[in-house]
């Protein structure tokens, strides 16, 4: 099989092999609370809902963002960009879990992968 196949769709052994060397072997250290599944769940969905700001910012979806008449007449969009981040918490396969979720300027984001007032990620519903 060709680099190239290989690579497609799959995530990097590599870099698996080299958390798990780091973190440990045993079941607590890869499926505990604090274990390395944990801690890329978190990342995963960090990483997701930044990216979701990103494109949100970049595509407009502000209804508010109306244009401005601005001195001497001129026109200015409202400019809208990252404001931080907010804290909460969700329950996931592990437990309580604590992330950041990034927050605009005119509070109009609003995430798909873990929305406004959603205690649980998506999935982990079913008994």
């Keep these: 099989m060709s680099k190239k196949k290989a690579k497609n769709g799959v995530i990097n052994i590599a870099a698996l092999d080299e958390l798990i060397a780091e973190h440990g072997h045993s079941p607590e250290a890869i499926l505990g609370d604090q274990g390395l599944l944990a801690q890329l769940t978190r990342a995963l969905v960090e990483r997701v809902l930044g990216a979701e700001l990103t494109h949100h910012l970049k595509t407009g979806r502000n209804p508010l963002e109306e244009a401005q008449s601005g001195p001497e007449g001129a026109v200015q969009a409202a ?14 396969d592990s437990g309580a879990m604590h992330i950041e979720v990034p927050r605009d300027r005119q509070g109009s984001f609003e995430p798909l992968l873990v929305p406004k007032w959603q205690k649980r990620l998506p999935g982990f519903d079913e008994p």
């Design 79 to 92: 400019a809208n960009c990252r404001n931080g981040f907010s804290k909460k918490t969700v329950l996931g």
